[in-house]
């Protein structure tokens, strides 16, 4: 799947990223890579961080000055970043804040914890879809690996599709975790980017969309 640009100026990109697709090179062209090849572009640097099975709006700067501007940003909790999620299973809480340090667990894992000295915050509001599958809006105040997968399965709930933190023999045909909408400052201006689903038949389902931006207007973010 070609990378789909949102949209572009001349000190940064916006992208909607696929699922399982790395920003670097590991095994293959990563997706910097590959913008700077076809763009033919000589700087190109994310500014934030998606895990590989998280889809959705990517920034990138395409020059260090805005590399550092758009970076110190997200440093700066400045940022808005709203992610949507369908989860599996009955959730502790309906809404409210996910708050607690995380620690390395096994296998690569990370696991929440009571503790807040340096905690990942999670601002939530769920409700019911279908078929035992709801709808969770995402606001993270912070940028912890694994922030949001974590916070899901901490309130009972983990990710649909996510077999890290979820059913490990999930058949789902995604990881449910998409980067719906990012508002950062741009030149002295707010700027809203949204990227639309590109797969996943959840996802893909007018009604879910529709839902979506009912439930935004509501929460009011």
């Given at each position: ?15 909607n ?16 890579a ?6 033919n ?11 590989k099975?998280?889809?959705?709006v990517?920034l ?10 758009l970076s ?9 970043k ?7 299973g ?47 809006l ?14 899901m ?22 990881c ?8 950062f ?14 797969s996943?038949?959840?996802f ?10 009912e ?7």
């Amino acid at each position: 799947m070609e990378v789909s640009i949102l949209e572009e100026t001349l000190d940064w990109l916006a992208i909607n990223k696929p699922i399982d697709s790395s920003i670097h090179s590991e095994q293959g062209v990563g997706l910097i890579a590959e913008l700077k090849h076809r763009l033919n572009l000589e700087f190109l640097a994310p500014v934030h961080r998606l895990d590989k099975v998280t889809s959705g709006v990517l920034l990138l700067a395409k020059n260090s000055q805005a590399a550092a501007q758009l970076s110190q940003q997200f440093a700066d909790r400045e940022v808005n970043k709203i992610y949507i999620a369908l989860t599996e299973g009955k959730p502790n809480k309906k809404q409210g804040c996910i708050k607690g340090d995380m620690e390395p667990a096994r296998n690569g894992n990370w696991m929440l914890t009571r503790k807040c000295s340096n905690p990942a915050i999670t601002y939530f509001y769920s409700l019911g879809y279908q078929h035992g599958v709801r709808l969770a809006l995402l606001k993270p105040v912070t940028g912890k690996t694994h922030q949001l997968r974590v916070a899901m399965k901490s309130n009972g709930a983990p990710i649909l599709g996510d077999t890290r933190y979820g059913k490990k023999d999930n058949a789902s045909d995604r990881c449910y975790l998409h980067h719906y909408c990012l508002t950062f400052n741009d030149h002295g201006q707010r700027h809203q980017i949204k990227a639309p689903f590109l797969s996943g038949r959840y996802f893909l389902e007018t009604e879910l969309h529709t839902l979506i931006e009912e439930q935004l207007e509501k929460v009011g973010w």
